[in-house]
């Protein structure tokens, strides 16, 4: 029960900017690799603290991050790829265009 209480207290954290991307890093899946495309995205998009930014404009920087690290890295995941993953594969042949990756990755 005591672990339990530990738990609550590491969970309700003020929301903070820092903490939302420090629950990113610690809870996210590490079988695959997302996370640095995630804060490359972000860090591209350019906003000032505390902007909105929309899942259709973050789409696509982060997909193309994945793209570019599968160039090099083609095992991302250790299940079989899912739609994202062939897509970004697509887009890499020149098979789909932006939008498209766009769409698959929204």
Known sequence: ???????????????????????????????????????????????????LIRLDGLALPYAKAICRHLQNAPKQITTSAGQFLKACVSWNEGMIDGEALRGVTV
């Not at 590491?10 to 610690?26: K, Q, S």
């Open 1 to 51: 029960m005591r672990l339990r209480a530990n738990m609550n207290g590491f969970f309700n954290v003020e929301p903070t900017t820092e903490n939302r991307w420090r629950a990113i890093i610690l809870f996210g899946r590490n079988t695959a690799s997302f996370k640095f495309a995630l804060g490359e995205a972000l860090l591209s998009a350019g906003t000032a603290s505390g902007d």
